[in-house]
């Protein structure tokens, strides 16, 4: 790592070469300053992903650090001689030290980090505090059961040595007290979160925690959040919005508390605590403020230096590449990629920019069938324009459209290339005309969830066809002539058909209808379902047209005479014009087994379809063979003459024929020159606008839950300017992002500057630190070495490892020659490694072992946690209580609750855990499989009766929650209740039910998602969403009590349904003697 120390001295020498955009920077208070600490005069912060210090009189800076890697959460030492931090280095974050001037620095954690998270789920790693004897480092950890996104509060030696929790299950944002014995907190971190003034269940409250004793105590009970608590003196502050923007509060017992900034624009973000003083965020800015006058005052801070974040550099995009086509000859591809239109050979010739136009982005480009025109869309002007470029006219530029406010979907050409065809975000689909630029509106699907994204052409160039829903939801194709004007359903709704694409002829219309009902039988009980429901479909556009079912038959010709030949040659061969009446008539199945179809294409021999990644040729007959095109496919597209594919397998893109067994690497286009000069600042402020504009056009709500939309884009336009690294424009979008105030409204990273990732290797084991030098093993991970994702290494057979070895040496290393034993696993992950284990901290009667390690513990600690909770309550109620744990509503929960709930139907009673229910699927299914009852039993000779269905649970229920409890988590303890199938014990869930189903992303792979729809109930009110679901029994797990190995509201569960089941006994099932006399 490079270190600067001497930036200032070399920025003024330098001072005459700067440009006058960066001298204005330097003459202005900066901003965009993070996660700052103070001490005495002296300030540190994050300003574009390095670490600062700055004096807070002169508002003179020093660079500390230089390194791609982002640095966060700097803190000084209680002395001010040191700054501890976090750093992503080698790719993975771990806490470092070093002097206050940059110098000795030092690693002190090697334990892997659990990788890179969306913004919203923050950093592991994260430096909280100091201890006041400055000889340790308090630091938040994601080394939990509960997902990678819950932390612990760890402490590590500044001098070196290995880490260890403390008494703490969970913890937010924390500093100690000035005597180290308390330490304040928010048991729940969110301070990430892209979701302002939430009032759900995971809105915080801040605790005290007394290590001495192991007692906790709440502090805050207020609906708003309370968070990031401070402790400065005897007074402890902490940031609330219960006056809706975050604002700083010192605290009183058993009064309210005494509101000390007032802040309206901007919210106070993370404030830290030093002597006498606490620093914060605000819009950008750094406060600090006065414990004793209780004033704030915003410093005046100037960095100074070359900002290289922002510098332009040049990069190969064709990993950017958003949208291609082929032109009709097949020599050329088009491609839009990283905002710009980008023209590349097949074979022979230079790449060309075809638009450099840095300030605007370029999507959807199309060329026209007679390779003249391409069709784009450019926000150049600020919104979404079609634009037309004529390349017989040097390529001049038209714009067709001027009233963009909605996000519009790809044009499509008409066959006669005078029109193009769209639609946009308000479910509308028009048509446009290229010399008028007139727009003609079509139709609107107000049944349409995923918006009306399938529209094609005749090849006649007047009839159109598309996708529309019924009320039913099952689609249907439409259709639209230009010359009546009429919208008219060509197929009806009891089956739903999609992907239409004509033939090039325009006599046929092909398309895949789901009309098969194939039963799948489970391999556990008697149940089923319906899958590869699709087939595809032909039929003649109208009643004068042969559908491919005409039986055939070989005759003798007959010679014509000249005059019947004439004749013969003036006749028209039949009209490809749509005609409704008896359509479905004339629908006929092409020659493929019921499957998964979509994708498809009409080409001379046939029509092109995409199946579980293979690009399949479906022939012109119904009794025709299928041909495999190419395999790997993800996405394709055709020529508008039918002639040449263009294919999309991974990375790489080809350009084939519509024949079988196509070579794609043998036709893989050269994306080499595919090179573009970016300009970070232009390319930041088009994805700032981008980013509003998606939850703008996006969002469930419209009105945007009654926020001026415009007026928030104005508010932060200028931190949007002051933009320096990549990471700052993600803070400032999800800021934009909270002000909606919603769940489910998220941001991701794109193209993030970072450093290559060291996989540090795990032994599936709790290590602690023996005063001997080596390492004892505390704890040893089951896992389920059977399963790859839950293999624990010192587990596996013939290890022979267990609880109270000690680990003496790694690959030979002595484990005393590190001050962390995690550095002796660095670079180790699935590769073969020596252990040197033994029965005590020393040689004798030592042994060497293989392992593997692996690269996170995440799993296998939850399994523990899972195992022991299901061990406790089958203790607590000897054995008449099952216990399922259900991690998400995803693919994880399903098989959780299908694997566990099922062997457990026999329990007179059943308890389902959704606490840390981290959401995923709209738990339909999981809550039929929990309210199944029996419906009656059979006996069989020999055996007891057995029920139907064989697997439903007819006994008492409870489901435990807590503020973890999201989204699907959210939903299943709302269904569970509506079932009326028990109580709900914990507390309040979090309150996210408006859920995400999709849109469009930046240009450099980041996004911003936007939730498109929420929950109602029956009765059509808004429920859940910003308040969670309320528990019938309040329990709140206290951390001492957990920590102890408790839990409280499994105990109080387990109380409820021993009480249900002496209150209600279930009767034992008495067979009667079978009949014996029958007609008597």
Do not use: C
Not at 315 to 341: P, Q, Y
Not at 994 to 1005: A, F, K, R, T, Y
Request: proline share 5%; charged share 25%; no cysteine.
């Amino acid at each position: 790592m490079k270190l600067r120390t001497l930036l200032t001295a070399i920025a003024v020498a330098v001072a005459p070469a700067i440009s006058p955009m960066v001298a204005a920077y330097q003459t202005q208070d900066t901003r965009l300053l993070r996660f700052p600490d103070i001490h005495k005069e002296s300030v540190t912060f994050v300003y574009a992903g390095d670490i600062y210090i700055a004096n807070t009189k002169t508002g003179k800076s020093t660079r500390l650090t230089d390194h791609i890697g982002f640095e966060t959460f700097p803190k000084f030492s209680p002395d001010g001689s040191q700054i501890a931090f976090s750093a992503q280095y080698n790719g993975s974050r771990q806490v470092y030290v070093m002097n206050r001037d940059g110098s000795d620095l030092k690693q002190l954690t090697y334990y892997n980090d659990v990788g890179v998270m969306p913004p919203r789920g923050g950093f592991d790693y994260r430096v909280l505090d100091w201890t006041p004897d400055g000889k340790h480092i308090v630091f938040r950890a994601n080394r939990t059961p509960y997902g990678q996104r819950v932390g612990r509060p760890y402490i590590v030696p500044a001098a070196g040595g290995l880490e260890q929790p403390l008494a703490i299950p969970e913890t937010g944002g924390g500093m100690l007290s000035p005597d180290g014995k308390q330490y304040v907190y928010t048991p729940i971190d969110r301070e990430f979160r892209t979701w302002k003034r939430t009032r759900g269940g995971r809105a915080q409250d801040v605790w005290v925690y007394d290590l001495e004793n192991n007692k906790s105590k709440q502090l805050t009970t207020n609906r708003a959040t309370d968070q990031q608590p401070t402790w400065v003196n005897n007074n402890i502050y902490y940031v609330s919005d219960r006056e809706y923007t975050l604002n700083l509060y010192k605290h009183q017992d058993g009064k309210n508390p005494i509101k000390v900034t007032n802040h309206s624009d901007f919210d106070v973000l993370w404030p830290s605590a030093g002597p006498n003083a606490i620093v914060y965020e605000n819009g950008g800015y750094l406060y600090r403020f006065d414990d004793a006058t209780q004033q704030s005052e915003k410093l005046s801070i100037n960095v100074q230096g070359n900002r290289e974040h922002t510098m332009a550099y040049s990069k190969n995009v064709s990993d950017f590449i958003d949208s291609m086509d082929v032109s009709h000859d097949g020599k050329r591809v088009l491609f839009t990629a990283r905002g710009e239109l980008f023209s590349v050979p097949v074979k022979n010739g230079p790449t060309r920019n075809l638009s450099h136009t840095p300030k605007g982005r370029e999507i959807s480009a199309t060329w026209s069938p007679n390779g003249r025109y391409i069709a784009y869309m450019s926000d150049e002007t600020g919104e979404y324009e079609i634009y037309l470029k004529d390349r017989a006219n040097n390529n001049q530029v038209k714009q067709l459209t001027s009233n963009g406010s909605i996000w519009r979907f790809e044009p499509v050409w008409s066959p006669d290339n005078k029109k193009l065809l769209f639609s946009d975000q308000n479910h509308t689909l028009w048509w446009l005309d290229i010399k008028t630029g007139k727009q003609r509106k079509i139709d609107t699907a107000k049944y349409n969830e995923d918006g009306l994204t399938s529209y094609i052409w005749s090849p006649n160039s007047e009839d159109i066809v598309f996708v529309k829903n019924n009320e039913n939801r099952y689609a249907s194709l439409w259709h639209y002539n230009l010359k009546d004007k009429r919208v008219t359903r060509l197929t009806d709704d009891m089956s739903s058909e999609t992907n239409p694409a004509f033939s090039p002829d325009g006599q046929q219309l092909y398309f895949t209808s789901e009309r098969d009902f194939n039963l799948t039988f489970s391999s556990y009980e008697f149940d089923y379902m319906f899958n590869n429901a699709t087939r595809l479909y032909s039929v003649a556009v109208n009643s004068k047209i042969k559908p491919l079912n005409t039986p055939l038959s070989d005759e003798i010709s007959i010679v014509d005479s000249k005059a019947d030949k004439d004749d013969k040659k003036s006749a028209k061969a039949p009209s490809n014009y749509i005609e409704s009446n008896g359509f479905m008539s004339r629908v006929v199945a092409l020659n493929v087994p019921a499957g998964n179809y979509g994708a498809l294409s009409g080409v001379k021999d046939g029509v092109l379809t995409l199946s579980a990644g293979e690009l399949k040729l479906v022939p012109n007959a119904v009794d025709g063979e299928v041909a495999t095109i190419a395999a790997g496919v993800s996405n394709y597209k055709v020529s508008a003459n039918a002639e040449h594919i263009i294919a999309r397998a991974g990375k790489n893109i080809s350009v084939i024929k519509p024949e079988a067994k196509q070579d794609l690497k043998a036709t893989q286009l050269n994306l080499q020159d595919m090179v573009l000069k970016i300009d970070p600042q232009t390319e930041w402020a088009q994805m700032y606008r981008e980013g509003w504009r998606t939850l703008r056009d996006w969002f469930y709500d419209e009105n945007h839950h009654g926020q001026d939309w415009d007026a928030i884009l104005a508010r932060y336009q200028p931190m949007a300017d002051a933009i320096a690294h990549r990471a700052d424009l993600d803070y400032v979008l999800s800021e934009i992002a909270g002000e909606i105030n919603s769940g489910h409204i998220y941001v991701n990273s794109g193209d993030m500057p970072t450093s290559p990732r060291l996989q540090h290797g795990l032994l599936g084991a709790e290590i602690s630190a023996h005063k001997s030098g080596s390492v004892k093993i505390e704890t040893i991970f089951k896992g389920e070495n059977w399963h790859e994702n839950f293999r624990s290494p010192l587990n596996e057979t013939g290890i022979n490892a267990n609880v109270g070895d000690y680990i003496i040496a790694v690959n030979g290393r002595s484990v005393k020659s590190v001050v962390n034993f995690y550095e002796l696993l660095e670079n180790t992950q699935g590769k073969s490694v020596e252990l040197l284990l033994s029965k005590s901290p020393s040689l004798k009667n030592s042994w060497k072992v293989m392992v593997t390690p692996i690269a996170s513990e995440t799993g296998l600690r939850y399994l523990q946690w899972a195992q022991s909770r299901a061990e406790y309550v089958n203790k607590l109620s000897d054995g008449r209580i099952g216990y399922v744990h259900l991690p998400n509503t995803h693919y994880e929960g399903n098989r959780s609750l299908f694997k566990n709930f099922l062997p457990q139907t026999n329990k007179e009673a059943m308890i389902i855990d959704d606490r840390y229910n981290g959401g995923g699927f709209i738990p339909e299914h999981m809550i039929t499989w929990l309210a199944r009852k029996p419906l009656n039993y059979w006996k069989r000779r020999g055996v007891e009766p057995t029920k139907t269905p064989q697997f439903a649970h007819d006994g008492p229920k409870a489901m435990l929650i807590n503020g973890y409890s999201s989204s699907g988590g959210d939903a299943l303890p709302y269904y569970f209740r509506q079932a009326g199938l028990g109580k709900l014990i914990g507390t309040r869930t979090w309150g996210g039910l408006i859920g995400i189903s999709g849109n469009p992303g930046l240009v450099d792979g980041g996004s911003v998602i936007a939730a498109t729809f929420r929950i109602l109930d029956n009765e059509g009110n808004w429920i859940i969403e910003n308040e969670g679901v309320s528990p019938d029994i309040e329990v709140i797990d206290r951390p001492e009590l957990i920590q102890a190995g408790q839990d409280p509201s499994i105990e109080r569960a387990v109380k409820e349904l021993l009480k249900e089941l002496k209150a209600n006994p279930k009767k034992p099932l008495v067979v009667p003697a079978p009949p014996s006399e029958f007609g008597r």
